[in-house]
């Protein structure tokens, strides 16, 4: 292509007095510049003429006329120009003049009421920007304000009325608007960063920010991408005072708007990512810190705002505010904003979910810094009382979590319990804070030990009573059943299947030697299709409760954060699994946190199963847990190993636990429980030495993993069970008799009268 030609065609048609020739040539030159050919003819047009000559011609020719936007916008087009440095000093001179001469021109565009030119001038001005840090600032510096009438054009073209899809659908200049404040920030210079976004500039940002809820989704982007990349960043010099003001209430509701929407492209994600930078980074001026007093009223109503609960979006956002932080979190919880009245509600399990969430985020990270190992926070302090609003929240009373607990729907259920574990677990935290700074310091002892005890007073007048978690377990039994007969099918299926295979044989050897006809039993009848539609009724109503049932396990993995968890999905084949589990470690919290509350509640040794490697693993070890906690409450203020009378009884699950179980901890916890219930008999003089020694000699107890064919295994496996066996049987007699003897001899002393 011959572009010396075309170039001067273009241009002569440039100087032509007849409109619709200067007005195709404008259009023709931006299509060129917006094309790969555009170095090109940039090189030739500056060769030609340096100063751009019939550039500035076309604009004294055509401006106060109706032409004059488009030798604006070719005059933006040649601004975006880059190229050698011949082209970008020409360019660089016409850029000086246009903001040394021409800016009384703009001036009148701005101030026009057709949105037509204002856009163009707007474009011009934000091309200038771009060029470099130089321009930024010499356009920073001359721009009046007043003089563009921009004031009225922020408030004006940014109005929240009917009126504004109208003004979209002819020629809105909140797109070239947002363009020109956007230009500042994406040089990117720190300190044109500053100058930009201080009192000088507040109006034209503020209608930048007040404007998003009605942006399109390519202007939001560039608005927030821009923002997130330039303001947001530790280089960045602009101070957390005005980072805050650039965020204020309205704008920070357009974003949580803006993250809620579902057919937005990529702005939602790009929403929510700025607002976590704003909300939680005390850089960003809204989240205090020890230097910064941040603003916490309008976070908190920030939080209430969420639609936590339906929009995945904005609970990532509430719980990140949260996070590690009571006084948020307590904020929130005492003005919940979700009714717990009716537990029927569709909404009350995602309710308090979401609740138990809240917590859970404040516990993680948690530093209890406010904890002074010199003497103890006062009670009613404000850190203290933080923690303690999270713990026992006034909305969720002692009264609705019962009704949750005792409910007949299994989530309604199942989200009480959640609530419950994760409000006693940051209890656990903050009572294990307490008594590590009072081991050191005993001169104050008794003054941390007044501070706990004022403490879990307040935690049981809301928590429930361990007796109802306690009655929650009475079909623990039942549960640990029905697995044990679950493995008795198994075994019993596999030597069903051995034999059902040798029948197969000799059938097929028979119906190979003999024509007849051949029946095939073993068909249920409620399978066969009578109705002659192709439904099977019954089969098709155990699918849908299969599908009912499994949406339930669904959510119920959602609710304890098992989605990503496999080893748990193998054993969480049913809710009534992980309730229970649940139930066992919320009750050894109890025994850590608040002990007197346990004391002869129930015999938790009951509720050892007769196959201990039958149930789930996660049930095993929630309720080994439950036992050692149980176990060491007797030594806990004793100088010896103290355990429970006739622990001895309970030997045998213990041992069986430590041979047969593949996971770590719950060989460490069979263990321990194993070696307190052997020195329960009184005959080792609690000397575990002499246990271990008795544990050793068991088949299987090393540990080590010994590949044999699988005759030898079953031998193996039939010793150690023999052994076990007699192992239990000897602790047994002999605690046994001890016991007996030692009554013998309290009688003996009580009729000597005490001599």
């Known amino acids: 292509m011959n572009y010396e030609a075309k170039l001067r065609e273009l241009l002569r048609n440039l100087a032509s007095a007849e409109q619709s020739l200067f007005i195709d040539a404008s259009k023709g030159f931006i299509k060129i510049l917006k094309s790969d050919s555009a170095p090109e003819v940039m090189r030739i047009y500056v060769t030609t003429s340096s100063d751009l000559i019939e550039i500035y011609q076309a604009w004294e020719s055509h401006k106060d006329k109706p032409g004059f936007p488009h030798v604006l916008n070719l005059v933006a087009a040649i601004m975006k120009q880059r190229g050698s440095a011949d082209i970008s000093s020409t360019l660089n001179k016409f850029a000086t003049m246009l903001i040394k001469e021409k800016m009384s021109d703009l001036y009148k565009e701005l101030n026009s009421r057709e949105g037509k030119r204002q856009n163009a001038a707007l474009l011009l001005l934000a091309s200038i920007v771009r060029r470099s840090l130089h321009f930024a600032g010499e356009v920073e510096k001359v721009f009046d304000y007043k003089l563009a009438g921009f004031t009225n054009l922020a408030k004006v073209r940014l109005r929240v009325k009917k009126e504004v899809e109208e003004r979209r659908k002819s020629h809105s200049t909140r797109k070239a608007f ?55 960043v530790q280089e960045s010099l602009v101070p957390p005072s005005r980072r805050s003001v650039l965020f204020g209430s309205l704008t920070l509701e357009h974003l949580v708007n803006i993250s809620g929407r579902f057919d937005f492209g990529d702005a939602p994600e790009l929403a929510y990512n700025v607002l976590v930078m704003v909300c939680t980074n005390p850089e960003n001026g809204l989240m205090p810190d020890s230097n910064r007093p941040g603003n916490l009223k309008r976070l908190v109503d920030l939080m209430k705002k969420l639609k936590a609960t339906e929009i995945e979006y904005h609970k990532s956002l509430l719980l990140a505010i949260a996070k590690g932080r009571p006084s948020f979190g307590s904020a929130y919880l005492d003005e919940f904003p979700y009714s717990l009245e009716d537990l029927a509600s569709d909404n009350w399990f995602a309710a308090i979910s979401l609740a138990a969430d809240v917590i859970s985020s404040v516990s993680e990270g948690l530093s209890f810094g406010f904890v002074d190992k010199d003497k103890p926070p006062a009670f009613d302090s404000q850190n203290l009382q933080s923690v303690l609003k999270c713990i026992r929240p006034q909305p969720f009373t002692r009264l609705v979590i019962n009704k949750g607990l005792l409910h007949i729907d299994s989530l309604v259920k199942h989200g009480a319990l959640k609530f419950v574990v994760e409000a006693l677990k940051l209890l656990d935290s903050l009572i294990k804070a307490l008594e590590n700074c009072a081991r050191s310091n005993n001169q104050t002892k008794d003054s941390w030990q007044a501070l706990k005890a004022e403490i879990q007073n307040g935690a049981r007048m809301s928590l429930p009573d361990p007796q109802v978690l306690l009655s929650l377990l009475s079909p623990l039994h039942s549960h640990f059943k029905s697995f044990e007969s679950t493995t008795k099918r198994k ?55 299969e599908e009912n049932g ?34 066992l470690e919320s009750l050894a919290i109890y025994y850590r946190t608040m002990p007197m509350d346990m004391e002869g509640l129930s015999d938790v040794f009951k509720f050892l199963p007769n196959n201990p490697l039958s149930s789930p693993t996660i049930l095993q070890q929630s309720l080994l847990e439950l036992l050692n906690e149980h176990v060491s409450q007797f030594s806990k203020d004793a100088t010896t190993i103290r355990t429970p009378p ?110």
């Open 550 to 583: 499994s949406d339930i396990v669904s959510c119920i993995r959602d609710l304890w954060g098992l989605r990503k968890c496999s080893t748990t999905r193998k054993d969480l084949k049913d809710g009534d699994t992980y309730f229970f589990s649940k139930i």
């Open 178 to 232: 947002v363009g020109f404040a956007m230009s500042f920030l994406e040089v990117g210079n720190p300190r044109l960063l500053k100058v930009m976004l201080s009192m000088k500039h507040k109006e034209m940002f503020s209608g930048v920010m007040r404007g998003l809820g009605n942006d399109d989704e390519e202007t939001v982007v560039h608005i927030l991408s821009t923002l997130r990349d330039r303001v947001l």
């Open 491 to 545: 075994a019993e299926a596999e030597i069903e299947s051995e034999h059902s295979v040798n029948v197969s044989k000799r059938l097929k050897s028979s119906a190979a030697s003999e024509d007849v006809d051949i029946l095939i039993s073993g068909v249920n009848s409620s399978e066969i299709d009578l109705s002659g539609d192709g439904v099977v009724t019954e089969s098709d109503g155990e699918q849908q409760s």
């Open 646 to 755: 006739q622990m001895y009884k309970h030997l045998n699950p213990f041992i069986v636990w430590l041979l047969g179980s593949p996971a770590g901890e719950t060989k460490e916890q069979a263990y321990a429980l194993a070696k307190a219930a052997m020195l329960s008999t009184g005959a080792f003089d609690n000397n575990t030495r002499e246990i271990c020694a008795w544990f050793f000699f068991i088949p299987g107890h090393s540990g080590d993993h010994v590949y044999v064919e699988d005759t030898e295994a079953e031998i193996f496996q039939k010793l150690s069970s023999v052994i076990v066996s007699f192992l239990c049987d000897a602790v047994s007699t002999t605690g046994n008799n001890l016991y007996k003897y030692m009554e013998l001899l309290k009688r003996y002393i009580y009729d000597s009268g005490g001599k």
